[in-house]
């Protein structure tokens, strides 16, 4: 731990014109989720990462020695708690040797070290996520002029995969093989100036600021999130027997545009909620539009554009709210868009009974309402 933050502070106090330090603050609206802090030079990239996770305050310190290509050829990674100690019974640190032909991963322990060898030339490293400093160096790849839409790299666990940039239109790059496609732009020194997750379902936006910041005080200040996204069901009954429930995740606003903004953008498939996808479960048989449900579980997704807001039924279910597979679509029925009385900040679903053959779904977020009648049959 000393030697690493001495080598933190040898870089913050350097005054190379060559030093490049920075700051980026990962929001979620006005909520502060993440902020790293490292510095570039020719030869060292080094920083950290302090983020309020659901459960606790993490922190994550990496160094990368840098070639003379700008590739790295080693890096150690180490995962902390709040206070800077070792969690239990976790690796005391993750070091990377990049060669010719090969990348080796070693990972540390009290009692023991775990090393194992993966053929790939010239590869680089995959860091976790709000850990996105070092992809500066793969910006100095793509200035000179090398490929970087698909590199060999190596992260803390699992096999050898890849890091890359899409094009994503004008300055800015889409990040291809982390956990999210962030976007992001660099300027001409390839230094990192803004991480924008608004088109992922990460959502955090960050941009570049200085450096000087201390991260220790940060972390020791700062409070775990909790459950970003709460898991609820709602129901509604219908006759003896008759019941329908909607289990989804209910994301907050956080001051981000909602239908057709940030949070719900034009056109794209959205979750109706967060995590996992929203589940419909139906004891009778329902007419959504032209849809015939009969009894059982289905998945419930959003579909917002300009013309019109549509709700899509799938058979699909069990799965993770980013696995849409519009080949299992049943149909899809538009949507009734409406004001709310006020300002909505938790994504709120209802399933209302409008008589025993009829009942209405709802689906309520910053201002706007988005609502859809059916029916249901009088037995199974």
């Keep these: 731990m000393r030697a690493f933050a001495a080598v933190l502070l040898l870089l913050a106090s350097t005054t190379s014109l060559a030093a490049q330090s920075a700051s980026l603050v990962y929001r979620l609206g006005k909520d502060?989720?993440?902020?790293?802090?490292?510095?570039?030079?020719?030869?060292?990239?080094?920083?950290e990462m302090v983020q309020r996770s659901g459960p606790a305050v993490v922190r994550v310190q990496y160094s990368v020695t840098i070639g003379r290509d700008g590739r790295p050829t080693a890096a150690t990674l180490r995962r902390l708690q709040a206070d800077?100690?070792?969690?239990?019974?976790?690796?005391?640190?993750?070091?990377?040797?990049v060669g010719a032909d090969s990348i080796v991963r070693e990972v540390v322990f009290a009692d023991s070290t775990q090393r194992r060898a993966f053929a790939s030339g010239r590869a680089?490293?995959?860091?976790?996520?709000?850990?996105?400093?070092?992809s500066e160096l793969l910006a100095v790849v793509r200035k000179a002029g090398g490929a970087t839409d698909s590199v060999p790299a190596l992260g803390a666990a699992g096999n050898l995969g890849f890091v890359g940039f899409a094009p994503a239109g004008g300055d800015t790059v889409r990040l291809r093989g982390g956990a999210y496609a962030m976007a992001m732009r660099f300027d001409a020194d390839a230094r990192l100036l803004s991480v924008d997750g608004s088109g992922t379902t990460n959502k955090s936006i960050a941009m570049r600021g200085g450096g000087g910041l201390d991260l220790a005080a940060i972390a020791r200040a700062m409070k775990p999130?909790?459950?970003?996204s709460a898991r609820e069901d709602v129901r509604a009954a219908f006759g003896p027997g008759g019941m329908v429930v909607v289990d989804y995740g209910r994301p907050q606003a956080r001051e981000r545009t909602v239908w057709g903004g940030a949070l719900v953008p034009f056109d794209s498939v959205w979750r109706a909620g967060a995590n996992d996808a929203t589940h419909l479960f139906t004891t009778r048989t329902l007419t959504l539009g032209t849809m015939t449900l009969p009894p059982g579980m289905y998945t419930l997704w959003v579909q917002h554009t300009r013309n019109g807001t549509f709700l899509i039924v799938n058979r699909q279910t069990g799965q993770w709210g980013t696995q849409y597979d519009p080949a299992q679509d049943i149909g899809r029925v538009p949507m009734q868009m409406s004001p709310t009385p006020g300002h909505?900040?938790?994504?709120?679903?209802?399933?209302r009974a409008l008589g025993p053959a009829r009942g209405a779904l709802e689906m309520a977020w910053g201002a706007s309402v988005a609502s859809v009648l059916f029916g249901v049959s009088a037995a199974r």
Excluded at 32 to 47: D, H, K, N, P
Excluded at 225 to 228: C, E, P, R
């Design 32 to 47: 502060t989720v993440a902020i790293e802090q490292y510095t570039r030079t020719a030869t060292l990239l080094a920083g």
């Design 84 to 97: 800077g100690t070792a969690p239990p019974n976790a690796p005391a640190e993750t070091r990377f040797t």
């Design 124 to 134: 680089l490293i995959n860091f976790p996520t709000f850990v996105y400093g070092p």
């Design 225 to 228: 999130t909790g459950v970003l």
């Design 344 to 351: 909505v900040e938790e994504f709120t679903v209802a399933v």
